[in-house]
């Protein structure tokens, strides 16, 4: 975590859910991140159980230059990484996990800028699958920041943490390296999910991102 709004949050987050995997939606205080709150954002699950802005905070709109609140999480991105995309919400709504993702939005202009986003699981009414706390920060600000939106965003880097390992190891499982390290400047990275197996299990590589269905049993 590089940004200040992004462990902001996740110390809030882990704070509030004490021993519990995830906190209730009704416990979050906003007074208590509002140095972070232009940043955060909570998604909400609909009948088809993709995931849209609940609400969003004013420096995250101004990033885009619209109103997020009730648009699709997912169509942000580039549709080569929403399969990535949708395995990490998975990650975070039915294992619990904590999700890092590292991305760099292209303005119309061609102009560039790095992002760092976490996803972290909430429940609402007892349920974990229909509510995500997250928040998404610039890594740098240019004077062109809340005049030219964004309008494509590709993923560089993925990462997944489980909160309860941090009682006994000194850093988070880290089960990605960046993407963009492993690739040319100029070439494309294909996020398409590739069938492998992990510990005799059978599994979904993302680059090096692996994803075991059925939690981490």
Same mark, same amino acid.
């Given at each position: 975590?590089?940004?200040?709004?992004?462990?902001?949050?996740?110390?809030?987050? /882990?704070?509030?859910?004490?021993?519990?995997?995830? *906190?209730?939606?009704? /416990?979050?205080?906003? #007074?208590?991140?509002?140095?972070?709150?232009? $940043?955060?954002?909570?998604? +909400?699950? %609909? @009948? /088809?159980l +993709?995931?849209?802005?609940? =609400?969003?905070?004013?420096?995250?709109?101004?990033?885009?230059?619209? +109103?997020?609140?009730?648009?699709?999480?997912? /169509?942000?991105?580039? !549709?080569?990484?929403?399969?990535? =995309?949708?395995?990490?919400?998975?990650?975070? &709504?039915?294992?619990?996990?904590?999700?890092?993702? #590292?991305? @760099?939005g292209?303005?119309?202009?061609?102009?560039?800028?790095?992002? @760092?986003?976490?996803?972290? !699981?909430?429940?609402?009414?007892?349920?974990? #699958? $229909?509510?995500?706390?997250?928040?998404?920060? &610039?890594?740098? +600000? *240019?004077?062109?920041?809340g005049?030219? *939106?964004?309008?494509?965003?590709?993923?560089?880097?993925?990462?997944?943490?489980? !909160?309860?390992?941090?009682?006994?190891?000194?850093?988070?499982? %880290?089960?990605?390296?960046k993407?963009? %390290?492993?690739?040319? !400047? $100029? @070439?494309?990275?294909?996020?398409? *999910?590739?069938?492998?197996?992990?510990?005799?299990?059978?599994?979904?590589?993302?680059?090096?991102?692996?994803?075991?269905?059925?939690?981490? $049993?």
């Amino acid at each position: 975590m590089q940004h200040t709004a992004t462990k902001t949050l996740f110390n809030y987050w /882990n704070q509030l859910r004490g021993s519990r995997s995830a *906190p209730e939606r009704k /416990n979050v205080d906003p #007074t208590k991140i509002r140095h972070a709150l232009s $940043n955060t954002f909570i998604l +909400e699950a %609909d @009948e /088809n159980l +993709e995931f849209n802005f609940r =609400l969003a905070g004013s420096h995250l709109c101004s990033a885009y230059c619209r +109103e997020l609140k009730g648009r699709a999480f997912q /169509n942000l991105w580039a !549709p080569k990484d929403r399969e990535a =995309l949708n395995t990490l919400i998975k990650a975070v &709504t039915q294992d619990h996990a904590v999700a890092l993702v #590292t991305f @760099e939005g292209t303005t119309q202009a061609a102009n560039k800028m790095s992002f @760092e986003t976490i996803l972290l !699981p909430l429940r609402h009414n007892g349920s974990s #699958t $229909n509510r995500i706390l997250g928040s998404m920060a &610039t890594q740098d +600000e *240019p004077y062109w920041f809340g005049a030219q *939106p964004i309008i494509d965003q590709r993923i560089t880097g993925l990462r997944l943490i489980w !909160p309860d390992d941090l009682a006994t190891k000194s850093t988070f499982l %880290d089960v990605s390296t960046k993407i963009a %390290d492993n690739f040319a !400047p $100029n @070439e494309i990275v294909d996020l398409a *999910p590739i069938q492998s197996t992990v510990h005799g299990f059978s599994a979904r590589r993302y680059s090096h991102l692996s994803v075991i269905d059925g939690g981490r $049993n």
